[in-house]
């Protein structure tokens, strides 16, 4: 499956704030974690370019910033969609079938966990439980649960947000 990507729209403003961030701990030990956090905080996720700006500004080698965001689950290399689909997949909703939904989603949406429609519309992820097992299996769509899905369920949730 390609990797969809949302074009880079950082403005001048966010990196003034992530300029401002990096000359805050630039001179300290251990400085990268809490950058990396902030700037996920101004931009919402981490993409290559905001990467290249922190590994420049910094002089920390792309590959060690790479590895930490990829280490860490906390940071995001893609955007969340205007819509966050969340499908959990913690073993009340697994074993009811929540992995044949996320399935099924990846190949509506034409995305992977983790990313996000090239419209910007959608993301996907998965999550372990999210404490409604008696509604298994379950899905979040930003703040909207739908719960006791099955596959065909899924293009009628979609369409609610088109």
């Known amino acids: 499956m390609a990797i969809k990507t ?6 001048a403003e966010q990196q003034e704030k992530l300029m401002a961030v990096i000359a ?17 905080e101004i931009y919402g996720y981490l993409p290559i370019e905001v990467q290249k700006m922190i590994s420049d500004e910094m002089g920390i080698p792309m590959e060690k ?4 965001v990829t280490f860490y ?8 969609g205007k819509y966050n689909i969340s499908v959990c997949l913690g073993t009340a909703c697994y074993v ?7 399935d099924k989603l990846q190949e509506v949406l034409q995305i992977g966990g983790g990313e996000c429609t090239a ?3 959608f993301s996907l992820e998965a999550c372990r439980c999210i404490g ?3 509604l298994a299996p379950v ?3 930003n703040e909207d649960v739908y719960g006791r899905l099955t596959v065909d369920d899924v293009k009628d949730i979609l369409a609610k947000y088109e």
């Not at 805050?24 to 996920?40: C, F, N, R, S, Y």
């Open 132 to 134: 409604a097992c008696g």
């Open 24 to 40: 805050e701990h630039k001179d300290q030990q251990g400085a990268l974690m809490p950058v990396l956090q902030q700037a996920q």
């Open 96 to 102: 009811k079938g929540s992995g044949d939904i996320y």
């Open 73 to 80: 689950a906390q940071f995001s290399l893609y955007p969340k």
């Open 119 to 121: 419209d910007g519309k």
């Open 65 to 68: 910033i790479y590895g930490v």
């Open 139 to 141: 899905l979040t769509v």
């Open 6 to 11: 949302v074009p880079f729209n950082g403005t």
